[in-house]
Each structure stands twice: as C-alpha cells, then as structure tokens.
C-alpha cells in the first residue's frame, strides 16, 4: 500500500539528542519495509514549533488528504505531528478519518477501531502537549537563571548596536552603531526629535531611532518579562545621560504640541493666575494672536482647574511674550558665570562613608575569627549601620538625576542671551520650556516661575 511521512524538527538541538530528521527517516523507512508500505512523498517541516498548525508543509498535507490524495500517513511519534492536545485531535479525527486516511507513528500506538484505543490516542495527545508545557516550563527557568547572571538569551532578535558573541553567551558592541546612538542621544538632549535624529543620524525608521535612545540594554541592562537585570556586557551610554534623555522624554510627552504647526514662544507653558486653568492661543482676524484662559471655552470642560466663572481678560500675544522675553533675558545676563560646585556630591560622600565602615567590619570578622568574642556585639551594630547605609544610599542614587536636571535648567538659562537672537521660536519654545515651569497671567501681568537650578 501506497503512503506518505510526515517529519517535522523545531530546533538544531533535538537532531542532537537522537530525533533529527535523519533519525526519523531512517525509522520511518524500516517501519514501512516490515509493514509493507511504499512511501509516495515526504512531507518535511525543519524549524517549526509542534504548538500551533502554522507548517507549510502539514498545511500541504492536510489540502492533500482533504482532496483524498493520500490514502496512509506515517510519523515518527505523535508529538511530531502536533505537540497541542486540541491540534493533534483536530488533525486525528477532523483531517484523516473524515478523509479514509489510515494514521501511524513508529513509535507510538495509534488507533481509533474502538472506544478504548480512541481514548488511548487521545491521552497520548494530552501527554504530548505535557511534554511540551514542561519543556517549555524548564526552557524559561534556565533562561531566567542565565539572565540573572547578565548572559544575553540569544536568539535573533539582537538589540541594534549589539551583535550576539555566542561562545561568551554575551552582547558585544558594534562600534559604528555604538558612535551612532550616542550621538543620537545628545542630539535628543539638546531637543531633537526622534524624526529629526533618524535624519541627521540616518536609523533605518523613528522606530528604530526611539528603541534605540530609550532601550535599557544600551546601558548594560537586560530587560525580560517585566523586569530589568544587570548585563554582563559593556554599555554604550552614560548612565546618567540616558536617564536625563528619559526625564525630558517625559516632560516633552506631557507639553507635546503639535507636529504639524509650528509652536508660539510660550506654547505650553501659559496658565491663569485667577482660575489656575491653562491659557491657550487664538488667532484673529488680523492675523495676531491673544491668550485666553481655557475656562472660556465650554469645550475643555474636563480640564483641572476649569472655572466657566473666570473673568481673566484676554491679552495680545506680543504684549506677553515681550514681558517673559525681557525678563527671562535679564535673569540670563544676571547669572552669575561661575556657580560653585562642592568638592563632593552628597552621593559620593555617602559611599565613601560606607567604605569605611565596610573596611571596619572586615577588621572586626578577623578579631572575631581570632577568638575575640568581645567584638560580637560591634559586629552586629555596624552590620545593621551598613544596611541602612545602603538603603539612604539607593534612595540617594534615584535623587542624582534631579541634580543633573538642575544642572541641565542653569545651563540652558546660563546661555539664553547669547543665542536668543539667532534661534528660531520653536527653539526658544523648546529652550523656555527646559528652565520655565509656569508663566502666570492675570489681567496682562505676568509672573515667571522657574524651574530649580
């Protein structure tokens, strides 16, 4: 009798361990011999998974028994034909006896001639997808465990600036790319946006552009299933650049303007000072515009602070922006050139702290390994003063990038008079919203608030 085999392999790893296509052909092949069968066509799958029914080549054995061109199907095991109970059974009794299509497997009894071997088949499908669930189970927890030890997982889905260096089982920086990324981050410090930077840097899309400037794996990090662990391999950004480029990410999100118009000078940062709502923009007919309290407008009802009673008035643009103009100016050139820093961040001081009390308590386990007794009672007082220690100091590191935001904000105002004249508004705009929080307005006065610097 005439029939066809089905082999499938998901990985190079199972050919290792004895059911590589080789292996299954070779028993296929004796199988068929001393049951008299004559095999037709070979329907191969190499490198798909056993879980779903997305195989081109099953596929083409399903259309060929559904047209009734085969009359006898021959696998090596059950689980190479489905390794999903509901798949495997669908297959069985939906393809190949809706179809007169005789099914068997080398190495696993399959039939459906009686109520009792149709039950057996169907367990041996439940324990397919067993084998498959718990391989998997065992899959991920190795993977974790390695994870945890900062080793990439490997795969194909290599973060841009890194290739895979299997026999280390580490990321390894591709230096081009590297140079790309950092000079993509400081441009997006200085205010670029993704679009620009894919432009002047040349990322293949924006896409590309934000994973890559917002991706913790260029910092040594390595991101799984929800949570971040530290990488073994060596990272492409600054630590402390790449948390300021995600604290402006944040504050540009939060004041977005639009894409498409090009921003006024103090988009985003005008709100009333009798309300406490936003003030907007709006053009008349003249061509200029006015700012007008949001309350004003019936339909921004859901904003904070929306009062329908407001009597704010409105102003003409140029009247307020000349006001903040002049003013921020004159802070600028007031600033002092030099702003003194301390010898030692209060971060630093902390850690050098702990040093010295780690080194202490190194010197009491020896007085204690000697014999001294005496030293017990030290030991676990200053065991307990470290731990705190490095508890201040993990609430300390997560407070240094307000420090390098308030150096960011006296930058960038320090600055403001000797560019003013040859930027344009969107830059002044971008420039205002890094060192002004509120401009306030009440009835055309305006009060600037400040970022702190």
């Known amino acids: 009798m005439k029939c066809v085999a089905y082999m499938r392999v998901s990985t190079e790893k199972q050919a290792e361990e004895g059911n590589g296509l080789e292996s299954q052909k070779r028993d296929i092949e004796n199988y068929c011999r001393k049951n008299e069968l004559i095999i037709a066509d070979w329907y191969v799958d190499e490198g798909y998974t056993g879980s779903n029914m997305n195989r081109p080549e099953l596929q083409r054995l399903i259309t060929d028994c559904s047209r009734k061109k085969v009359n006898c199907v021959v696998a090596f095991k059950l689980d190479r034909i489905s390794r999903s109970m509901v798949d ?3 297959i069985i009794e939906k393809v190949f006896q809706s179809n007169n299509v005789a099914f068997k497997c080398v190495h696993d009894s399959i039939s459906y001639d009686s109520p009792m071997e149709q039950a057996y088949t169907q367990m041996m499908a439940v324990f397919a997808q067993l084998d498959k669930n718990t391989m998997m189970l065992r899959m991920r927890g190795g993977m974790l465990e390695r994870i945890k030890q900062g080793y990439w997982w490997g795969g194909g889905n290599t973060p841009y600036c890194y290739r895979y260096d299997k026999e280390q089982g580490i990321l390894i920086p591709i230096q081009e790319r590297a140079e790309q990324a950092r000079k993509a981050l400081e441009l997006f410090i200085s205010g670029y946006s993704d679009a620009k930077i894919k432009e002047i840097c040349g990322f293949k899309s924006e896409l590309v552009t934000r994973k890559v400037l917002t991706g913790v794996v260029n910092i040594g990090m390595i991101p799984y299933k929800g ?17 300021l480029a995600q604290e402006l990410r944040k504050s540009r999100c939060s004041a977005k303007i639009s894409c498409f118009t090009e921003p006024n000078l103090l988009t985003g940062l005008c709100y009333c000072g009798v309300c406490g709502c936003k003030m907007r923009y709006q053009k008349w007919s003249n061509g200029n515009h006015k700012i007008y309290c949001c309350s004003r407008n019936k339909g921004l009802k859901y904003l904070p602070n929306y009062n329908p009673n407001c009597n704010n008035s409105l102003e003409w643009a140029d009247d307020i922006e000349k006001q903040v103009t002049d003013e921020i100016l004159k802070i600028s050139l007031n600033l002092s050139s030099y702003k003194p820093k301390a010898k030692e961040t209060k971060l630093e001081i902390m850690q050098s702290q702990l040093e010295r009390e780690q080194t202490k308590l190194k010197r ?36 240094a990038i307000n420090t390098q935001k308030k150096e960011f904000t ?11 004249d040859n930027i344009d508004k969107k830059q002044k705009n971008f420039i205002l919203k890094t060192i002004i929080d509120k401009v306030i307005i009440v009835n055309g006065n305006v009060e600037i608030q400040l970022k702190n610097f």
């Open 410 to 420: 006296y930058q960038n105002i320090k600055k403001l008079a000797d560019v003013w």
């Open 227 to 243: 949570n971040i662990y530290q990488g073994k391999h060596k990272p492409i950004f600054d630590k402390d650049r790449f948390e």
């Open 364 to 399: 009491l386990y020896s007085l204690y390994a000697d014999g001294n007794d005496t030293v017990l009672e030290m030991i676990k007082d200053l065991e307990s003063q470290i731990s705190k220690a490095k508890e201040d100091i993990s609430v300390e590191s997560k407070n």
């Open 88 to 90: 495997g059974i669908y």
